[in-house]
Nanobody, 118 residues
Framework: QVHLVESGGGLVQAGGSLRLSCAAS????????MAWFRQGPGKGREFVAR????????YCADSVKGRFTISRDTAKNTVYLQMNSLKPEDTAVYYC???????????WGQGTQVTVST
C-alpha cells in the first residue's frame, strides 16, 4: 500500500504561481511512477504530468507544458508540481497518483483544490 497526501492548493490570481506537494508513505519502494491529475468543475479527470520515481521520463500535458513542472525528492518521498502563469481554466481539484506498473495508477490522494481567479 502507498498512502498519498497532497498539500499546497489554494486561491491565486491569474498569472500567479502555486506549488503542490504530494507526500508518499508506505511501500514507496515499489513505486514505478508518480503523476498529477486534475478534475475541473463539471469535467472529467484529466492527466497533468508524470515522472518516473527513479527520475526522468517526465511528460506533461500540452495544456500545461511550459507552465507546470513536475519533480520529485526521493529522500523526502515527495513529488511536487510547480504551477506558474496560472489561468482560470487551471481551476480544479488536483490529485496525486502512484503507479506500481507503467500503465496503471492505482494509488490516489484525496486531492487539493486550486482556484484561479480572474
Amino acid at each position: 500500500q502507498v498512502h498519498l497526501v497532497e498539500s499546497g492548493g489554494g486561491l491565486v490570481q491569474a498569472g500567479g504561481s502555486l506549488r503542490l506537494s504530494c507526500a508518499a508513505s508506505g511501500r514507496t519502494d515499489s513505486t514505478y511512477a508518480m503523476a498529477w491529475f486534475r478534475q475541473g468543475p463539471g469535467k472529467g479527470r484529466e492527466f497533468v504530468a508524470r515522472i518516473r520515481w527513479s527520475g526522468g521520463n517526465i511528460y506533461c500535458a500540452d495544456s500545461v507544458k511550459g507552465r507546470f513542472t513536475i519533480s520529485r525528492d526521493t529522500a523526502k518521498n515527495t513529488v511536487y508540481l510547480q504551477m506558474n502563469s496560472l489561468k482560470p481554466e487551471d481551476t480544479a481539484v488536483y490529485y496525486c497518483a502512484a503507479a506500481r506498473v507503467p500503465t496503471t495508477f492505482d494509488y490516489w490522494g484525496q486531492g487539493t483544490q486550486v482556484t484561479v481567479s480572474t
